[in-house]
């Protein structure tokens, strides 16, 4: 049984950074495309960014330049670096195992001054 459990989320002033983590466990993610998405109040779920297996990444336009996506195989960990945070950004965020379809319990992020 493959899990995610996210951790990094918190309250952050406009233009201010976080890092979220996700951590797998019952499989290694070493072979598997491994993504991050989010979903805002009253707003249907996001894709945010996608990292494969050999380190491409990818972003969904609103995000590019500001975050960074990437993964550490020998922890079994992806991250999700956020700078520049907008008030826009406020939302749960949710790591996603595409091959298992499975998701995290997700980490809250919100962005107020």
């Known amino acids: 049984q493959v899990q995610l459990v996210e951790s990094g989320g918190g309250l952050v002033q406009p233009g201010g950074s976080l890092r979220l983590s996700c951590a797998a466990s019952g499989r290694m993610i070493r072979i598997y495309t491994m993504g991050w998405y989010r979903q805002a109040p009253g707003e249907q779920r996001e894709w945010v960014a996608t990292i494969t297996s050999d380190g491409s990444t990818n972003y969904a336009d609103s995000v590019k330049g500001r975050f960074a996506i990437s993964r550490d195989n020998a922890y079994n960990t992806v991250y999700l670096q956020i700078n520049g945070l907008k008030p826009e950004d406020t939302a749960v965020y949710y790591c996603?195992?595409?091959?298992?379809?499975?998701w995290g319990q997700g980490t809250q992020v919100t962005v107020s001054s």
């Open positions: 996603r195992w595409g091959a298992y379809d499975t």
